[in-house]
């Protein structure tokens, strides 16, 4: 009786043993699942088939309108006016504003130390096929009623992870169809990236993985990300190396990891011409996060690498605002620095907190960063065929479907806004003027012969002892500050 009864016990004991196994496999499944945006089935109606969305996904939210600055009302444009002209271009052309799907459509809230917050109508708590396509239906809703011809896509964002490279292949292709189809209202796509940094397998990243199969595996989506981008009609393709970068130099070959990265890029090129694909190719720099360094630190050092292994001409640059303050510029310096060198290609609009050190990816509202923006924008000529994507995402507190809207116009308006300030400078003159002054002696033959390269180190001593101790100039810059601010 008591071997009979230790033996029960035993069982009951392997018995929950096996549940907690059990449970423990499926949770690491699910997380693996949510981090990597792999497909699950779909809520199913009493009859197994799934559940359609009927009506609006943004009901009681009307067409946004612009109404000019007396306006109070939150849903409507006080400074963006598409249609009106600035310095020969509508303000939509010099603007070219975007929404980026992956944190308007798949942000949650979620932080390092809390559970998602957001809940929209729409979602049905997975990840399947079918909620991805009717997120793709959303998005085209909120486009139009937000009045933007353009948005922007990581592949994984808009289509679920398979099982196999095959199967996640033909999940993209399924809302590739779907967003085709919806572009045929005007609307299109500006760029589309490969998300290269989510799932495990580039964790020591994906170009410059230590792994020959990671990096193949890498080449795969990229391939297949650029080849559905075209199919959109994409003008852009992007590339940011999220993972592309090192913890310690100790474990790491920082030459051979370098030469992978451009040999992929390469490789991404010939791609490239192979489909016919003629947007521009775009790499996004950023300092660190998640890595410690990432390669592409900032502007000058990315050009840098791409004069270095010969691809400088294939590349132009996506500057983001938040990552320049995370690399110890202003967001102005590095669209500065990309305008002069002839590489300035698109800009993901958003910024960052002085009082934190990472990169929280907060929607534009300082007018007198949005005025230098614009001033390198308007000496730029424009963007086109790049533009502003809004790379920002709603505060983990803001829950409501309008708190997208807000958002978004609130953004709008301070780039239209800093777009009507800088016109206005430059129609002036008045900056140009004292900048040109600072140079005036340049202006003299001797100047002229400096810029063209035609005086040596000897003659410019002869110089110098003719001419003595060089007076001192001011450089008028709390002057020259005063001027910015009153045009703010």
């Known amino acids: 009786m008591l071997a009979t009864m230790k033996t029960a016990r035993l069982l009951l004991l392997l018995f929950f043993f096996c549940l907690c196994l059990l449970h423990v496999a499926v949770s690491e499944d699910e997380i693996i699942a949510d981090r990597t945006c792999r497909a ?37 444009f006080k400074w963006y006016n598409a249609e009106e002209e600035i310095l020969g271009k509508k303000m939509k052309d010099w603007l070219r504003f975007s929404v980026a799907f992956w944190h308007t459509f798949r942000g949650s809230g979620a932080d390092p130390f809390g559970a998602p917050t ?33 948005w922007c896509f990581h592949d994984r964002d808009i289509a679920p992870d398979g099982k196999t490279l095959m199967e996640s292949n033909a999940n993209l292709d399924a809302v590739v169809a779907l967003a085709k189809q919806l572009q045929e209202t005007g609307i299109h796509t500006l760029w589309g990236t490969a998300q290269l940094f989510m799932h495990p397998r580039y964790m020591h990243g994906a170009s410059t993985s230590p792994d020959v199969h990671v990096y193949a595996y890498a080449a795969a989506q990229v391939k297949k990300a650029m080849e559905v981008t075209h199919e959109l009609g994409g003008e852009n393709f992007v590339f940011w190396g999220g993972r592309e970068g090192y913890q310690t130099l100790l474990n790491t070959d920082l030459k051979k990891e370098l030469d992978h990265m451009a040999k992929f890029l390469q490789a991404a090129v010939n791609w490239k011409k ?33 004069q270095r292994y010969g691809l400088a001409g294939e590349f132009k640059l996506n500057i983001e605002c938040n990552h320049a303050t995370l690399s110890g510029h202003s967001c102005h310096h590095e669209l ?37 923006i614009m001033l390198t924008v308007i000496k730029n000529g424009g963007l086109a065929p790049g533009g502003f994507n809004f790379d920002a995402k709603l505060r983990r507190e803001s829950v409501d479907v309008e708190d997208l809207f807000i958002a978004h116009i609130s953004g709008m308006d301070t780039l239209a806004r800093g777009l009507r300030n800088a016109a206005k400078l430059l129609q002036d003159g008045i900056m140009s003027e004292l900048v040109a002054k600072r140079y005036e002696t340049f202006n003299s033959k001797l100047g002229a012969l400096i810029e063209e390269g035609e005086v040596s180190f000897e003659e410019l001593e002869k110089k110098v002892h003719e001419w003595g101790e060089p007076p001192l100039s001011s450089g008028k810059q709390e002057l020259a500050e005063m001027i910015f601010q009153s045009y703010l």
Request: charged letters at 25%; aromatic letters at 12%.
């Open 40 to 76: 699950e089935p779909g809520l199913e109606s009493d009859f197994g088939i799934q559940k359609e969305w009927e009506g609006e996904f943004f009901p009681g939210i009307p067409k946004i309108k612009y109404e000019g600055p007396l306006s109070k009302n939150p849903l409507a």
């Open 118 to 150: 957001k809940n929209w109508p729409w979602e049905d708590g997975t990840n399947s096929l079918a909620m991805a396509l009717r997120r793709m239906k959303a998005n085209f809703e909120f486009l139009t009623k937000l009045g933007v011809e353009l």
């Open 274 to 306: 192979t489909i016919g694909f003629n947007g521009t190719l775009l790499i996004e720099p950023k300092p660190q996060e998640p890595t410690k360094h990432q390669y592409d630190w900032d502007a000058a050092t990315t050009m840098g690498f791409l």
């Open 336 to 372: 500065e620095m990309t305008r002069i060198y002839g590489m300035l290609g698109n800009i993901d609009a958003n910024s960052g907190d002085a009082q934190t050190g990472w990169d929280t990816d907060q929607f534009p509202t300082d007018i007198g960063e949005a005025t230098l």
